[in-house]
């Protein structure tokens, strides 16, 4: 089975949270590589992350 590249860059943006309890969000700051703002700006449109730039998980962004 091979993975789309753009499934890839979302499960590793993902995987910077922490799901420990913490309540820690993320920030991806404008100079970040492209790929990383595209895959940001796409989990927030699947309603995974609060903000377009990170932010914190929602309910459904813990799930995945």
Do not use: C, W
Not at 11 to 20: A, K
Not at 35 to 63: C, F, S
Request: charged share 25%; net charge negative.
């Amino acid at each position: 089975m091979r993975l789309n590249t753009k499934f890839i860059e979302e499960l590793e943006l993902l995987n910077l949270y922490e799901l420990d309890g913490s309540f820690a969000g993320i920030k991806i700051h404008h100079e970040a590589a492209p790929e990383r703002i595209a895959a940001a700006q796409r989990l927030h449109g699947k309603n995974m992350t609060t903000l377009v730039d990170g932010g914190y998980l929602t309910p459904l962004g813990i799930e995945a």
